[in-house]
Protein backbone atom coordinates (compact mmCIF):
# COMPACT_ATOMS: atom_id res chain seq x y z
CA UNK A 1 0.00 0.00 0.00
CA UNK A 2 3.12 2.56 0.91
CA UNK A 3 4.74 1.91 -2.07
CA UNK A 4 1.29 3.47 -4.12
CA UNK A 5 1.81 6.74 -1.88
CA UNK A 6 5.87 6.39 -3.01
CA UNK A 7 5.20 5.31 -6.66
CA UNK A 8 3.52 9.21 -6.63
CA UNK A 9 5.76 11.54 -7.59
CA UNK A 10 5.64 14.66 -4.55
CA UNK A 11 2.95 17.47 -5.38
CA UNK A 12 3.63 20.33 -4.23
CA UNK A 13 1.29 21.68 -1.31
CA UNK A 14 0.73 25.20 0.00
CA UNK A 15 -1.17 24.55 3.68
CA UNK A 16 -3.77 27.11 4.44
CA UNK A 17 -5.16 27.46 8.27
CA UNK A 18 -7.63 30.03 9.96
CA UNK A 19 -7.40 30.83 12.93
CA UNK A 20 -10.96 31.92 13.76
CA UNK A 21 -10.56 32.59 17.55
CA UNK A 22 -14.08 31.71 18.20
CA UNK A 23 -12.76 28.05 19.88
CA UNK A 24 -9.87 27.94 19.42
CA UNK A 25 -6.48 29.83 20.29
CA UNK A 26 -3.56 30.79 17.87
CA UNK A 27 -1.30 28.24 19.70
CA UNK A 28 -4.54 25.42 18.35
CA UNK A 29 -4.81 26.89 15.02
CA UNK A 30 -0.90 26.42 14.28
CA UNK A 31 -0.67 23.40 16.12
CA UNK A 32 -3.46 21.63 13.71
CA UNK A 33 -1.58 23.13 10.80
CA UNK A 34 1.62 21.44 11.95
CA UNK A 35 -0.40 18.29 12.10
CA UNK A 36 -1.18 18.80 8.18
CA UNK A 37 1.74 19.14 7.25
CA UNK A 38 2.26 15.86 8.85
CA UNK A 39 -0.56 14.85 7.25
CA UNK A 40 0.17 15.94 3.71
CA UNK A 41 3.79 14.33 4.10
CA UNK A 42 2.09 10.91 5.10
CA UNK A 43 -0.20 11.57 1.73
CA UNK A 44 2.89 12.20 -0.46
CA UNK A 45 2.95 16.02 -0.71
CA UNK A 46 5.72 18.26 -0.02
CA UNK A 47 4.88 21.43 1.86
CA UNK A 48 6.26 24.54 0.26
CA UNK A 49 4.59 27.35 2.21
CA UNK A 50 2.36 27.32 5.09
CA UNK A 51 -0.05 30.07 5.75
CA UNK A 52 -2.11 31.63 8.57
CA UNK A 53 -4.80 33.87 8.57
CA UNK A 54 -6.48 35.70 11.76
CA UNK A 55 -9.94 36.45 10.46
CA UNK A 56 -12.94 36.60 12.81
CA UNK A 57 -15.43 34.42 10.54
CA UNK A 58 -14.98 32.11 7.78
CA UNK A 59 -16.30 33.65 4.53
CA UNK A 60 -19.27 31.88 2.65
CA UNK A 61 -17.87 31.55 -0.81
CA UNK A 62 -14.03 31.05 -0.33
CA UNK A 63 -13.35 30.55 3.16
CA UNK A 64 -10.50 32.80 3.43
CA UNK A 65 -10.57 36.63 2.46
CA UNK A 66 -10.07 38.01 -1.33
CA UNK A 67 -6.95 39.42 -0.36
CA UNK A 68 -5.25 35.93 0.86
CA UNK A 69 -7.40 34.15 -1.84
CA UNK A 70 -4.63 36.62 -4.43
CA UNK A 71 -1.59 36.02 -1.99
CA UNK A 72 -2.16 32.38 -2.16
CA UNK A 73 -2.78 32.39 -6.11
CA UNK A 74 0.86 34.44 -6.42
CA UNK A 75 2.28 31.86 -3.68
CA UNK A 76 1.76 29.00 -5.77
CA UNK A 77 2.65 30.60 -9.34
CA UNK A 78 5.83 31.52 -7.32
CA UNK A 79 6.75 28.39 -5.44
CA UNK A 80 5.28 25.95 -8.31
CA UNK A 81 2.53 24.54 -6.38
CA UNK A 82 0.52 21.71 -7.89
CA UNK A 83 -2.54 22.28 -4.78
CA UNK A 84 -3.24 23.70 -2.13
CA UNK A 85 -4.61 22.35 1.47
CA UNK A 86 -7.01 23.49 3.89
CA UNK A 87 -7.23 22.85 7.42
CA UNK A 88 -10.62 22.50 7.46
CA UNK A 89 -13.84 21.25 5.75
CA UNK A 90 -14.85 22.61 2.72
CA UNK A 91 -17.93 22.85 0.68
CA UNK A 92 -18.35 21.82 -2.50
CA UNK A 93 -18.84 25.28 -3.76
CA UNK A 94 -15.63 26.55 -2.31
CA UNK A 95 -13.23 24.33 -3.52
CA UNK A 96 -15.18 25.71 -6.75
CA UNK A 97 -14.53 28.86 -6.34
CA UNK A 98 -11.17 28.24 -4.98
CA UNK A 99 -10.15 26.02 -7.83
CA UNK A 100 -11.53 28.65 -10.15
CA UNK A 101 -9.59 31.73 -8.65
CA UNK A 102 -6.43 30.10 -7.45
CA UNK A 103 -6.21 27.78 -10.91
CA UNK A 104 -4.63 24.46 -9.10
CA UNK A 105 -6.07 21.36 -7.16
CA UNK A 106 -8.03 22.67 -4.05
CA UNK A 107 -8.05 20.10 -0.90
CA UNK A 108 -9.14 20.11 2.71
CA UNK A 109 -8.07 18.24 5.65
CA UNK A 110 -10.99 15.48 5.38
CA UNK A 111 -10.02 14.56 1.83
CA UNK A 112 -7.12 14.46 2.94
CA UNK A 113 -7.19 11.78 5.90
CA UNK A 114 -9.22 10.08 3.77
CA UNK A 115 -6.61 9.53 1.46
CA UNK A 116 -4.36 8.51 3.31
CA UNK A 117 -7.12 5.66 4.62
CA UNK A 118 -7.37 4.81 1.36
CA UNK A 119 -3.82 4.05 0.65
CA UNK A 120 -3.67 2.18 4.22
CA UNK A 121 -6.39 0.36 4.25
CA UNK A 122 -5.61 -3.24 4.46
CA UNK A 123 -8.66 -5.85 5.02
CA UNK A 124 -11.90 -5.70 3.00
CA UNK A 125 -13.73 -4.39 6.04
CA UNK A 126 -11.10 -1.40 6.02
CA UNK A 127 -11.38 -0.75 2.44
CA UNK A 128 -15.59 -0.57 2.48
CA UNK A 129 -15.27 1.77 5.80
CA UNK A 130 -12.68 4.08 3.57
CA UNK A 131 -15.07 4.03 0.49
CA UNK A 132 -18.34 4.52 2.36
CA UNK A 133 -16.86 7.31 4.10
CA UNK A 134 -15.30 8.95 0.73
CA UNK A 135 -18.40 9.08 -1.17
CA UNK A 136 -20.28 10.20 1.80
CA UNK A 137 -18.46 13.44 1.46
CA UNK A 138 -18.28 13.52 -1.83
CA UNK A 139 -21.90 13.37 -2.69
CA UNK A 140 -23.21 16.90 -1.66
CA UNK A 141 -20.14 17.92 -3.03
CA UNK A 142 -20.17 16.79 -6.37
CA UNK A 143 -21.95 19.08 -8.85
CA UNK A 144 -19.16 20.50 -11.00
CA UNK A 145 -16.31 18.88 -9.11
CA UNK A 146 -15.46 16.56 -11.35
CA UNK A 147 -15.07 18.23 -14.13
CA UNK A 148 -12.51 20.54 -12.17
CA UNK A 149 -11.26 17.70 -10.58
CA UNK A 150 -10.45 15.78 -14.45
CA UNK A 151 -8.92 19.34 -15.74
CA UNK A 152 -6.47 19.52 -12.32
CA UNK A 153 -5.10 15.78 -12.71
CA UNK A 154 -5.13 13.09 -10.09
CA UNK A 155 -2.81 12.66 -7.29
CA UNK A 156 -3.85 13.29 -4.04
CA UNK A 157 -7.48 13.74 -3.18
CA UNK A 158 -8.55 11.05 -6.25
CA UNK A 159 -7.24 7.88 -4.58
CA UNK A 160 -10.08 5.86 -3.76
CA UNK A 161 -13.04 5.13 -5.31
CA UNK A 162 -12.10 5.89 -9.58
CA UNK A 163 -12.80 9.27 -11.03
CA UNK A 164 -15.00 8.03 -13.79
CA UNK A 165 -17.44 6.80 -11.23
CA UNK A 166 -17.67 10.03 -9.53
CA UNK A 167 -18.36 11.90 -12.60
CA UNK A 168 -21.32 9.39 -13.22
CA UNK A 169 -24.80 10.66 -11.57
CA UNK A 170 -25.83 10.34 -7.74
CA UNK A 171 -27.72 7.51 -8.60
CA UNK A 172 -24.76 5.43 -9.15
CA UNK A 173 -22.94 6.78 -5.76
CA UNK A 174 -26.30 6.15 -4.00
CA UNK A 175 -26.40 2.66 -5.34
CA UNK A 176 -22.67 2.14 -4.60
CA UNK A 177 -22.91 3.48 -0.97
CA UNK A 178 -26.22 0.89 -0.21
CA UNK A 179 -23.89 -1.75 -1.54
CA UNK A 180 -21.17 -1.16 0.31
CA UNK A 181 -23.43 -0.54 3.57
CA UNK A 182 -24.84 -4.03 3.30
CA UNK A 183 -21.64 -5.32 2.28
CA UNK A 184 -20.37 -3.99 5.91
CA UNK A 185 -23.86 -5.80 7.50
CA UNK A 186 -22.18 -8.58 6.83
CA UNK A 187 -19.46 -8.66 7.85
CA UNK A 188 -20.53 -7.18 10.71
CA UNK A 189 -22.55 -9.83 11.49
CA UNK A 190 -19.63 -12.11 11.40
CA UNK A 191 -17.52 -9.73 13.64
CA UNK A 192 -20.16 -10.26 16.63
CA UNK A 193 -20.55 -14.09 15.65
CA UNK A 194 -16.65 -13.90 16.80
CA UNK A 195 -17.41 -11.60 19.65
CA UNK A 196 -20.39 -13.82 21.05
CA UNK A 197 -17.89 -17.04 21.18
CA UNK A 198 -15.20 -14.96 22.61
CA UNK A 199 -17.48 -13.34 25.28
CA UNK A 200 -18.72 -17.48 26.10
CA UNK A 201 -15.41 -18.28 27.02
CA UNK A 202 -15.26 -15.41 29.13
CA UNK A 203 -12.02 -13.86 27.99
CA UNK A 204 -11.80 -10.76 28.88
CA UNK A 205 -10.50 -7.63 26.63
CA UNK A 206 -8.35 -4.62 26.93
CA UNK A 207 -7.82 -2.10 24.06
CA UNK A 208 -5.75 0.24 23.18
CA UNK A 209 -6.65 3.43 22.51
CA UNK A 210 -4.82 6.76 21.52
CA UNK A 211 -3.91 9.61 19.29
CA UNK A 212 -2.56 8.70 16.20
CA UNK A 213 1.06 7.85 16.76
CA UNK A 214 0.58 7.37 20.82
CA UNK A 215 2.55 3.87 20.57
CA UNK A 216 -0.57 1.75 20.63
CA UNK A 217 1.18 -0.93 18.38
CA UNK A 218 4.61 -0.43 19.93
CA UNK A 219 2.62 -0.92 23.18
CA UNK A 220 1.15 -4.15 22.07
CA UNK A 221 4.34 -5.48 20.73
CA UNK A 222 6.00 -4.50 23.66
CA UNK A 223 4.03 -6.43 25.89
CA UNK A 224 2.39 -9.58 23.80
CA UNK A 225 5.82 -9.93 21.65
CA UNK A 226 3.65 -9.89 18.79
CA UNK A 227 5.18 -7.88 15.26
CA UNK A 228 2.52 -5.46 14.08
CA UNK A 229 3.80 -2.77 12.46
CA UNK A 230 4.68 0.34 14.50
CA UNK A 231 5.91 3.24 12.83
CA UNK A 232 6.60 7.36 12.76
CA UNK A 233 4.16 7.97 10.70
CA UNK A 234 0.26 9.06 11.00
CA UNK A 235 -2.03 6.46 10.90
CA UNK A 236 0.29 2.87 10.52
CA UNK A 237 -2.89 1.03 11.91
CA UNK A 238 -6.24 0.90 10.18
CA UNK A 239 -7.45 -2.48 11.48
CA UNK A 240 -7.95 -3.77 14.16
CA UNK A 241 -4.98 -6.60 15.76
CA UNK A 242 -5.91 -8.77 18.26
CA UNK A 243 -2.92 -10.66 20.40
CA UNK A 244 -3.34 -12.32 23.44
CA UNK A 245 -1.92 -12.21 26.64
CA UNK A 246 -1.29 -14.24 29.66
CA UNK A 247 -1.20 -12.40 33.14
CA UNK A 248 0.95 -13.67 36.17
CA UNK A 249 -1.79 -14.83 37.64
CA UNK A 250 -2.10 -17.37 34.37
CA UNK A 251 -5.47 -15.43 33.37
CA UNK A 252 -5.55 -14.94 29.38
CA UNK A 253 -6.79 -11.19 28.13
CA UNK A 254 -7.07 -10.18 24.25
CA UNK A 255 -5.34 -6.90 23.77
CA UNK A 256 -6.90 -5.12 20.54
CA UNK A 257 -4.99 -2.51 18.88
CA UNK A 258 -7.01 0.40 17.51
CA UNK A 259 -7.15 3.32 14.81
CA UNK A 260 -5.43 6.31 16.18
CA UNK A 261 -7.72 9.25 16.39
CA UNK A 262 -7.05 12.53 15.69
CA UNK A 263 -8.03 16.11 16.04
CA UNK A 264 -10.66 17.49 13.75
CA UNK A 265 -11.05 13.58 12.52
CA UNK A 266 -13.94 13.73 10.11
CA UNK A 267 -17.80 12.63 10.94
CA UNK A 268 -18.22 10.12 7.87
CA UNK A 269 -15.18 8.07 9.07
CA UNK A 270 -16.34 7.88 12.49
CA UNK A 271 -19.37 6.93 11.43
CA UNK A 272 -18.01 4.55 8.74
CA UNK A 273 -15.39 2.93 11.23
CA UNK A 274 -17.95 2.73 13.80
CA UNK A 275 -18.36 -1.22 13.92
CA UNK A 276 -14.59 -1.45 14.08
CA UNK A 277 -13.80 0.92 16.64
CA UNK A 278 -16.67 -0.26 18.60
CA UNK A 279 -13.35 -3.18 19.47
CA UNK A 280 -12.92 0.09 21.82
CA UNK A 281 -16.57 0.29 22.68
CA UNK A 282 -17.38 -2.88 24.19
CA UNK A 283 -14.15 -3.67 25.70
CA UNK A 284 -13.23 -4.54 29.36
CA UNK A 285 -10.65 -1.73 29.67
CA UNK A 286 -9.45 0.19 27.85
CA UNK A 287 -5.50 1.15 27.92
CA UNK A 288 -5.42 4.77 27.26
CA UNK A 289 -1.97 5.78 25.62
CA UNK A 290 -0.89 8.67 25.89
CA UNK A 291 2.33 10.45 24.10
CA UNK A 292 3.67 11.90 26.91
CA UNK A 293 7.15 13.43 25.82
CA UNK A 294 4.33 15.52 23.33
CA UNK A 295 4.05 19.21 23.40
CA UNK A 296 0.05 18.57 22.91
CA UNK A 297 -0.13 16.33 25.23
CA UNK A 298 -3.73 17.83 27.28
CA UNK A 299 -4.97 18.80 23.65
CA UNK A 300 -4.61 14.84 22.57
CA UNK A 301 -6.54 14.15 26.05
CA UNK A 302 -9.06 15.96 24.95
CA UNK A 303 -9.30 14.89 21.43
CA UNK A 304 -9.08 11.53 22.63
CA UNK A 305 -11.75 11.84 25.25
CA UNK A 306 -13.72 13.34 22.98
CA UNK A 307 -14.14 11.11 20.43
CA UNK A 308 -14.66 8.17 23.13
CA UNK A 309 -17.26 9.65 24.49
CA UNK A 310 -18.95 10.29 20.72
CA UNK A 311 -18.92 6.57 20.29
CA UNK A 312 -20.44 6.13 23.62
CA UNK A 313 -17.31 4.95 25.52
CA UNK A 314 -16.71 7.50 28.18
CA UNK A 315 -17.51 6.06 30.98
CA UNK A 316 -15.32 2.55 30.72
CA UNK A 317 -13.12 1.63 32.85
CA UNK A 318 -9.63 3.16 31.92
CA UNK A 319 -6.00 2.86 32.49
CA UNK A 320 -3.76 6.23 31.23
CA UNK A 321 -0.60 4.85 30.00
CA UNK A 322 1.79 7.64 29.60
CA UNK A 323 4.34 6.14 26.90
CA UNK A 324 7.74 7.14 25.74
CA UNK A 325 8.66 8.45 28.97
CA UNK A 326 12.02 7.84 27.97
CA UNK A 327 11.99 10.65 25.95
CA UNK A 328 10.03 13.09 28.21
CA UNK A 329 11.86 15.88 29.59
CA UNK A 330 12.32 16.07 33.42
CA UNK A 331 11.10 20.08 33.15
CA UNK A 332 8.01 18.29 31.01
CA UNK A 333 4.77 17.96 33.49
CA UNK A 334 1.94 15.38 32.82
CA UNK A 335 -1.62 16.42 33.47
CA UNK A 336 -2.97 16.29 36.47
CA UNK A 337 -4.62 13.49 37.79
CA UNK A 338 -8.30 14.95 38.67
CA UNK A 339 -8.10 15.43 34.72
CA UNK A 340 -6.89 12.64 33.35
CA UNK A 341 -7.12 9.75 36.36
CA UNK A 342 -4.56 7.61 37.66
CA UNK A 343 -1.95 6.21 35.14
CA UNK A 344 1.23 4.28 34.66
CA UNK A 345 4.30 5.86 33.09
CA UNK A 346 5.63 3.10 30.45
CA UNK A 347 7.97 3.06 27.45
CA UNK A 348 7.70 0.56 24.74
CA UNK A 349 11.07 0.89 23.66
CA UNK A 350 12.82 0.26 27.14
CA UNK A 351 10.01 -1.84 28.25
CA UNK A 352 10.63 0.52 31.71
CA UNK A 353 7.22 0.47 33.41
CA UNK A 354 5.66 -2.51 31.94
CA UNK A 355 5.57 -4.93 35.01
CA UNK A 356 3.66 -2.19 36.53
CA UNK A 357 1.17 -1.75 34.06
CA UNK A 358 0.74 -5.33 33.84
CA UNK A 359 -0.43 -5.24 37.92
CA UNK A 360 -2.82 -2.50 37.01
CA UNK A 361 -4.38 -5.14 34.45
CA UNK A 362 -4.14 -7.77 36.99
CA UNK A 363 -6.23 -5.25 39.27
CA UNK A 364 -9.01 -3.49 36.52
CA UNK A 365 -9.37 -6.39 34.54
CA UNK A 366 -12.96 -8.48 35.29
CA UNK A 367 -12.25 -12.10 36.46
CA UNK A 368 -10.91 -11.44 39.62
CA UNK A 369 -13.23 -10.50 42.66
CA UNK A 370 -11.96 -9.13 45.75
CA UNK A 371 -13.23 -8.46 48.85
CA UNK A 372 -13.34 -4.40 50.07
CA UNK A 373 -14.88 -2.29 52.25
CA UNK A 374 -16.76 0.89 51.16
CA UNK A 375 -17.87 4.31 52.30
CA UNK A 376 -20.61 6.20 49.81
CA UNK A 377 -21.63 8.95 51.18
CA UNK A 378 -25.26 10.07 51.04
CA UNK A 379 -24.72 12.81 48.10
CA UNK A 380 -23.64 9.69 45.94
CA UNK A 381 -26.74 7.57 46.63
CA UNK A 382 -26.57 6.46 43.48
CA UNK A 383 -23.64 4.07 43.62
CA UNK A 384 -25.01 2.00 46.53
CA UNK A 385 -27.99 0.92 44.16
CA UNK A 386 -24.92 0.30 41.19
CA UNK A 387 -23.18 -1.52 43.79
CA UNK A 388 -26.57 -3.89 43.69
CA UNK A 389 -26.89 -4.76 40.88
CA UNK A 390 -22.81 -4.78 40.09
CA UNK A 391 -21.69 -6.47 43.06
CA UNK A 392 -22.18 -8.99 45.90
CA UNK A 393 -22.88 -7.17 49.49
CA UNK A 394 -21.82 -8.92 52.13
CA UNK A 395 -22.46 -6.17 54.93
CA UNK A 396 -23.85 -2.90 54.90
CA UNK A 397 -24.12 -0.35 57.76
CA UNK A 398 -25.58 3.31 58.05
CA UNK A 399 -22.80 5.85 59.66
CA UNK A 400 -22.69 9.13 59.43
CA UNK A 401 -20.02 9.67 56.93
CA UNK A 402 -22.31 7.69 54.45
CA UNK A 403 -23.02 3.98 54.06
CA UNK A 404 -20.54 1.79 54.56
CA UNK A 405 -20.45 -1.60 53.03
CA UNK A 406 -17.97 -4.79 52.86
CA UNK A 407 -18.57 -5.79 48.90
CA UNK A 408 -17.42 -8.26 46.64
CA UNK A 409 -16.42 -7.22 43.29
CA UNK A 410 -14.28 -7.29 40.17
CA UNK A 411 -11.55 -5.07 38.67
CA UNK A 412 -14.64 -3.19 36.27
CA UNK A 413 -16.86 -2.06 39.29
CA UNK A 414 -13.46 -0.98 41.30
CA UNK A 415 -12.65 1.26 38.27
CA UNK A 416 -15.92 3.29 38.86
CA UNK A 417 -15.73 3.47 42.71
CA UNK A 418 -12.24 3.60 43.65
CA UNK A 419 -12.33 7.20 45.42
CA UNK A 420 -15.01 5.17 47.79
CA UNK A 421 -12.26 1.77 48.62
CA UNK A 422 -11.81 2.56 52.05
CA UNK A 423 -9.99 -0.75 52.58
CA UNK A 424 -8.78 -3.42 49.77
CA UNK A 425 -8.42 -6.97 50.81
CA UNK A 426 -7.23 -9.58 48.94
N1 LIG B 1 11.22 6.76 22.16
C1 LIG B 1 10.11 6.04 22.12
N2 LIG B 1 9.46 5.91 20.95
C2 LIG B 1 8.33 5.17 20.92
C3 LIG B 1 7.82 4.52 22.08
N3 LIG B 1 6.69 3.87 21.72
C4 LIG B 1 6.50 4.11 20.40
N4 LIG B 1 7.48 4.89 19.90
C5 LIG B 1 7.62 5.35 18.50
O1 LIG B 1 6.50 6.15 18.17
C6 LIG B 1 6.11 5.96 16.81
C7 LIG B 1 4.65 5.56 16.72
O2 LIG B 1 4.48 4.30 17.28
P1 LIG B 1 3.25 3.34 16.89
O3 LIG B 1 3.32 2.18 17.82
O4 LIG B 1 3.19 3.09 15.44
O5 LIG B 1 2.05 4.30 17.31
P2 LIG B 1 0.47 4.04 17.16
O6 LIG B 1 -0.16 4.67 18.34
O7 LIG B 1 0.21 2.60 16.93
O8 LIG B 1 0.15 4.91 15.87
P3 LIG B 1 -1.05 4.75 14.79
O9 LIG B 1 -1.23 3.33 14.46
O10 LIG B 1 -0.56 5.57 13.68
O11 LIG B 1 -2.26 5.37 15.43
C8 LIG B 1 7.07 4.90 16.26
O12 LIG B 1 8.12 5.55 15.59
C9 LIG B 1 7.57 4.19 17.50
O13 LIG B 1 8.85 3.62 17.32
C10 LIG B 1 8.55 4.68 23.31
O14 LIG B 1 8.20 4.18 24.38
N5 LIG B 1 9.67 5.45 23.26
MG1 LIG C 1 -0.66 1.64 15.38
Same mark, same amino acid.
Request: hydrophobic share 40%.
Given at each position: MD??????Q??R????????Q???????AE =? +? &??E /?E???? #?? @???S????????????TA?????????????????LD???????????????R??EQ???V????R?T?????F??R??????????????????????S??? =? +? &??? /?????? #?? @????T??????????????Y???????IK??R?????R?E????????L?G?TN????S??N?LTG?D?????R??A???P???N??L???R????????????? &?????????????E??????V?????????E?????I???S???K???????????????I???K??????????A??????SA???????????????M??G???????C??Y???H??????QE???????H??EG??M?I?AD???FG??????V????
Open positions: KNINEIKEAILVGVNSKNSTSAD =A +S &LA /LRLAD #TA @GAQVAVVLQNLPAIKTYVGEGKVEEIKQACEHADVVIFDDELTGSQVNLLIGKILDTLILDIAAAQTKEGKIQVELAQLRYRLPRLGMG =A +S &LSR /LGGGIG #TR @GPGEKLESDRRHIRKRIGLESELQKKHNLLRSRKEGIPVCAVYAGKSLLAAVLAEDLFTLDTIRITTDMDVLLVDTVGFIRK &LPHHLIQAFKSTLEAVLADLLYVVDAASEIEQQQVVDILQLGAGNKPVIMVYNKDLKDDMRLPPAEIGAGVEVHTGQGLDQLIKVMEEIPKKRKVAVIPHAGIVSQLYADILEERTETKQMGVVKIREYIESGE
